[in-house]
T-cell receptor, first 119, second 113 residues
Framework: GAVVSQHPSRVICKSGTSVKIECRSL??????MFWYRQFPKQSLMLMAT?????????EQGVEKDKFLINHASLTLSTLTVTSAHPEDSSFYIC???????????????FGPGTRLTVT | AQKITQTQPGMFVQEKEAVTLDCTYD???????LFWYKQPSSGEMIFLIY??????QNATEGRYSLNFQKARKSANLVISASQLGDSAMYFC??????????FGPGTRLSVLP
């Protein structure tokens, strides 16, 4: 199956600093990428949908100025957590949909996730 | 309103036995897809099986099968011959036509030796 990578896999940062997470589709072009957040023992919550070359669409309650998303190419989307605080500590997962996909059963490929800890 | 319901927060099964993980969904859209994902402790989401709303037959993928009951809006996952490596979180998800994934709360499966 298609591969989506995330970097870094784990990051610890100090409160007030910013951290960038990269999501890459390795063997396909992704016009749409998704960013999810997952707290311990909870489900995935969609934060935003990222479309190549345009502004991301954020879900209700997600601060767009805090979680900056850039989808600069068909294979790369980045999530920057600005001025991180301990409550931003979470597992962040990206997902990508193949550019060629267009049917209901097109699979969304998930990255391995990034565990962010803010101290 | 909750679109995906998984009523079993945790399940135990003996190794080599079969287990059914429940999933019910809510939609008024006639076109939708149902997915099951496995999430081991490493965190990666592993796609298991897909069922389309118009599919006449239940989906099967190796040891995984999906018991699709459209009128009851249920899409239960059946794992046959459980293995220790099946211990993980399992998420049911739905995607309506033109919409994004909606995930259920998940079921933690523990396979006992």
């Amino acid at each position: 199956g298609a591969v989506v990578s995330q970097h870094p896999s784990r990051v610890i940062c100090k409160s007030g600093t910013s951290v960038k997470i990269e999501c890459r589709s390795l063997d396909f072009q992704a016009t749409t990428m998704f960013w999810y957040r997952q707290f311990p023992k909870q489900s995935l919550m969609l934060m935003a949908t990222s479309n190549e070359g345009s502004k991301a669409t954020y879900e209700q309650g997600v601060e767009k100025d805090k979680f900056l998303i850039n989808h600069a190419s068909l294979t790369l989307s980045t999530l920057t957590v600005t001025s991180a605080h301990p409550e931003d500590s979470s597992f962040y997962i990206c997902s990508a949909r193949d550019r060629l996909a267009g049917t209901l059963d097109d699979e969304q490929y998930f990255g391995p996730g990034t565990r962010l800890t803010v101290t | 309103a909750q679109k995906i319901t998984q009523t079993q927060p945790g399940m135990f099964v003996q190794e080599k036995e079969a287990v059914t993980l429940d999933c019910t969904y809510d939609t008024s859209d006639p076109s939708y897809g149902l997915f099951w994902y496995k999430q081991p402790s490493s965190g990666e989401m592993i796609f298991l099986i897909y069922q389309g709303s118009y599919d006449q037959q239940n989906a099967t993928e190796g040891r995984y099968s999906l018991n699709f009951q459209k009128a009851r809006k249920s899409a239960n996952l059946v794992i046959s011959a459980s293995q220790l490596g099946d211990s993980a979180m399992y998420f049911c998800a739905m995607r309506e036509y033109g919409q994004n994934f909606v995930f259920g709360p998940g079921t933690r499966l523990s396979v006992l030796p």
